[in-house]
């Protein structure tokens, strides 16, 4: 399984992220950077000008027409996919760490951080494909009962969001009602990094600091199953075909100067998801491992790094037929 290296950034990556049909790869990073690939073959298309900080979080809507993006700048940018021109840029209050399309791409989530008197919240903005202009007011602002939000995602029919938080916690909202409908507490023991949605949005993923990754039923925020590491994991991916989970993570970036690759844990590592038990690895990155994604057809993966490399792997054929034996 070779990789294709994709050098589009000098700083570490934030988030990859694939379009729905899975010709288009995504990856932002800390230097303001916002790239557009081809994912079967690394060719780098264009790229999206403007952020004036590092950025955070990028989403494409299902037709891969519009691309949103959120930065470190205060502002959330929506962007012509095809010819990279900015259509609508939304000030808010603090950084924008998480943004994100609704299923019927008639709504986008906004995660803000909490920072200089500001609150956090998650900001729900209305989008219409064919007004000139888009709405700076906010559908909705929903606001955190416990520790500050650092991820989200939209559930199954856009009728919930789920929120992560830093004390390890989960809720469950229902925007529209802008109601807490259901609260856990004790969802990890450390600050979760990263939160991806199943397809269906009936389960998630979440990775955390605790070193673990687990996964949850939606509507009732039950853990279903918990994949055990070595190191603090920074992002956890379902695959679509295979019943697999992939981890990422790695020693703590600050001292990663004093590591080697090997006993930096920098692999991602995969799981099987029923039975949770580590069957293989994938090397590659020289610094922790920041954001997986993986293809909608399930064919290959990419990892984003601290080391500023974003690596494309497409699956040999011997992954398709592997069976767990148990």
């Not at 021109?85 to 998480?98: D, G, I, S």
């Not at 994100?100 to 008639?106: K, N």
């Not at 925020?221 to 920074?234: E, G, H, S, V, W």
């Amino acid at each position: 399984m070779r990789p294709i290296l994709l050098m589009g950034h000098a700083r570490p990556l934030t988030q990859v992220k694939y379009n729905l049909d899975g010709d288009l790869l995504m990856t932002v990073a800390k230097d303001k950077v916002v790239n557009l690939w081809y994912a079967h073959n690394g060719e780098r298309i264009g790229t999206y000008d403007g952020h004036e900080g590092s950025v955070w979080s990028i989403d494409c809507n299902k037709t891969s027409t519009l691309i949103v993006t959120g930065s470190a700048d205060n502002t959330a940018r929506l962007w012509h996919a095809e010819t990279g021109r900015m259509l609508h840029t939304w000030e808010l209050p603090t950084a924008v760490k998480r943004v994100e399309f609704s299923h019927d791409d008639r709504y986008i989530l906004m995660v803000t951080e909490e920072r200089m008197g500001h609150k956090c919240g998650i900001y729900v903005f209305a989008i219409d494909i064919g007004a000139a202009e888009q709405s700076n007011e906010p559908v909705v602002v929903l606001r955190s009962t416990t520790a500050k939000f650092t991820a989200a995602a939209w559930g199954y029919l856009d009728k919930y969001i789920v929120a992560s938080h830093e004390n390890g916690a989960l809720s469950l909202y229902d925007w529209e009602k802008n109601e807490v409908l259901r609260h856990s507490a004790d969802a990890h023991e450390g600050l979760i990094t990263d939160l991806q949605m199943w397809k269906d949005g009936s389960y998630f993923i979440t990775s955390s600091r605790d070193k673990t990754a687990r996964l949850f039923e939606t509507t009732t925020l039950n853990p279903i199953k918990m994949y055990k590491a070595d190191t603090n994991i920074n992002t956890a991916a379902l695959t679509p075909t295979q019943d697999m989970v992939i981890l990422g993570g790695g020693q703590d970036s600050s001292e990663v100067t004093t590591t080697s690759s090997h006993q930096g844990k920098f692999e991602s590592r995969f799981y099987h998801k029923v039975f949770e038990d580590e069957v293989g690895r994938v090397k590659g990155h020289f610094g922790p491992i920041n954001t997986i994604a993986v293809a909608p057809d399930g064919k290959s993966f990419a990892s984003g790094g601290e080391d500023g490399y974003v690596r494309v792997h497409h699956f040999d054929p011997d992954y398709f037929t592997f069976k767990y034996d148990y």
